[in-house]
């Protein structure tokens, strides 16, 4: 059984920082591509960044140069470092571990309210 689970949401001003953590167990850790996906109120999930098994990353424009993903496959774990955070950073955050074809694995989500 697959489970991911995202921590490290919280309520940061601007200007400030915050890591999130994502944890998987029951798959092939090292092999899988780990995604960060956000969802703001009414708007459509979009991608944040990822990292490929090769430690390729990608990083959406609105994010590049304030948030750094990184993983570490000796614990099954990922991270995403943001900092810099603005208001319109505010959504709730998923880990996406992706094996292959229609084989994705969803977290539940972690909360991240930028706000004075």
């Known amino acids: 059984q697959v489970q991911v689970v995202e921590s490290g949401g919280g309520l940061v001003e601007p200007g400030g920082s915050l890591r999130l953590s994502c944890a998987a167990s029951?798959?092939?850790?090292?092999?899988?591509?780990i995604r960060w996906y956000r969802q703001a109120p009414g708007k459509q999930r979009e991608l944040v960044a990822l990292?490929?098994?090769?430690?390729?990353?990608y990083y959406t424009d609105a994010v590049e140069g304030r948030f750094t993903i990184s993983r570490d496959n000796a614990k099954n774990t990922a991270a995403l470092q943001m900092n810099s955070l603005k208001p319109e950073d505010t959504a709730v955050y998923y880990c996406?571990?992706?094996?292959?074809?229609?084989?994705?694995?969803w977290g539940q989500g972690t909360q991240v309210t930028v706000s004075s």
């Open positions: 029951g798959v092939t850790f090292s092999r899988a591509v």
């Open positions: 990292v490929n098994s090769g430690d390729y990353t």
């Open positions: 996406n571990v992706y094996i292959g074809p229609r084989t994705g694995y």
